[in-house]
């Protein structure tokens, strides 16, 4: 597999290797030694999926405490994704990092804790999956508007499809120092 490190500390885009013939093709999504070789020695506990619409914008959501990292790949269809450094103390503060993620690229994206994290939906639909490293803890969870001019993400969609709760969700600026992670 493929390493390419990104402006943010943490934050890589892993190119897997994918063994393809005329019967289609075989990919390992995730090798703990494999991985730790790669700096990712995470430890996963929790595996997610979901299905969204053309134009869906889901995030930027992040928990704090049980900051979670996630292993981002999509299995179906294309969406642009978004870590956003978040972590009080941090240099990269407020920076984003973007990467188009598809079923046919097979990239994926490494999202350590601390960074907030969304996405978008390029194509007619897209089947999203991702690993965490701590569960969901409804308690603990937290967002930013996905259009927040501060972080200026140049997301490829001007009018997004939002669940209510994102819609509701304020600033970075505006979150109590308390509610994000500390560098």
């Known amino acids: 597999m493929n ?3 990104t402006k943010l500390p943490g934050v890589v885009i892993i190119e ?9 093709f075989f990919m390992e999504t995730w090798r703990e030694d494999r991985y730790a070789e790669a700096g990712l020695p995470e430890r996963f506990v929790q595996d997610n999926l979901s299905f969204s619409q053309k134009g ?18 999509v299995l179906q ?5 978004v870590a956003v450094d978040i ?20 990239r994926q994206f ?13 194509s007619e639909t897209a089947l999203f999956a991702y690993k965490c490293t701590d569960g969901y803890n409804p308690q603990a ?17 001007r009018e997004p499809v939002l669940s209510e709760k994102d819609q509701r ?12 992670p500390r560098f």
Not at 87 to 106: A, C, H, M, T, Y
Not at 141 to 157: A, F, K, R, Y
Not at 169 to 180: Q, T, V, W
């Open 3 to 5: 390493i390419v490190k």
């Open 16 to 24: 897997p290797h994918v063994f393809g013939d005329a019967r289609g």
């Open 56 to 73: 869906v914008v889901r995030g930027l959501h992040f928990q704090n405490p049980n900051s979670q990292g996630k292993l981002v790949y």
């Open 77 to 81: 269809g294309e969406v642009f994704d």
């Open 87 to 106: 972590r009080i103390g941090s240099p990269s503060f407020s920076r984003w990092e973007g990467v188009r993620l598809s079923g046919e690229n097979k």
């Open 110 to 122: 490494y999202i350590p804790a601390g960074f907030a994290h969304g996405f978008c939906v390029m």
């Open 141 to 157: 969870e937290h967002g930013i508007i996905w259009n927040d001019p501060d972080v200026s993400i140049e997301w490829p969609v």
């Open 169 to 180: 969700y304020g600033r970075l600026k505006d979150l109590a120092e308390g509610m994000l």
